[in-house]
């Protein structure tokens, strides 16, 4: 595809159970980035992936939040025993380098935790 | 690290005047600053951005400004219509990241 796909679109998981969320970036964009839109709220900034460097783990709220990068390409967000609180949206976005080019965002997964 | 902050958070405009979005940032290492619309149900899209050796950039109806010296940016819509009512986000990129202010709810009114 032409754009950046996450999967799922829509996850409902029981309080303590772990989640997976996937992102798809465009080819050849070598910086992803993940964030965490709550109901209403604005792009609180998860984590940040550019090229073969360290991430910037800097925004993570818990270390119940992880996220992987493999191969440069595919990117995974897993949240451990999930919480009420982690319901929200979350986006991944990418962009060709390191800064000052347009990011492209993905639809989003709803992540509901009942 | 960087923290951006946006005024303000919802604007209601009659159709055809103009509306004005203002954010400030705090780390001068940032050179981009980008502007986002988010319709609702999806994902953000870049409607204008603006980097730090330029002061003001245009694209028809829209505007933005940048004061390096005052860490402050702004988005400026003119002529708004219906089709403009969305949540709008501002950034700024400090070393490639992207950290975005708390958003503003566009109303349009025919």
Do not use: M
């Not at chain 2, 694209?59 to 702004?74: C, E, G, M, P």
């Amino acid at each position: 595809g032409a754009g950046v796909s996450q999967s799922p679109s829509n996850k409902v998981t029981e309080k303590g159970k772990d989640v997976e969320l996937r992102c798809d970036p465009i080819s050849g964009h070598t910086a992803l980035y993940w964030y965490r839109q709550s109901l209403g709220q604005g792009l609180e900034f998860l984590i940040y992936f550019q090229g073969n460097s360290a991430p910037d783990k800097s925004g993570l709220p818990s270390d119940r939040f992880s996220a992987e990068r493999t191969g440069g390409s595919v990117s995974t967000l897993t949240i451990q025993r999930t919480q009420q609180e982690d319901s929200a949206v979350y986006l991944c976005a990418s962009s060709t380098r390191t800064a000052g080019s347009e990011a492209f965002f993905g639809q989003g997964t709803r992540l509901t935790v009942v | 690290g960087e923290n951006v902050e946006q005024h303000p958070s919802t604007l209601s405009v009659q159709e055809g005047d103009s509306a004005v979005i203002k954010c400030t940032y705090s780390d001068s290492a940032s050179n981009y600053f980008p502007w986002y619309k988010q319709e609702l149900g999806k994902g953000p899209q870049l409607i204008i951005d603006i980097r730090s050796n330029v002061g003001e950039k245009k694209d028809q109806r829209i505007a933005v400004t940048l004061n390096k010296t005052a860490k402050h940016f702004s988005l400026h819509i003119t002529e708004t219509q219906p089709e403009d009512s969305a949540v709008y986000f501002c950034a700024a990129a400090p070393q490639g990241n992207l950290i975005f202010g708390k958003g503003t709810k566009l109303s349009v009114k025919p």
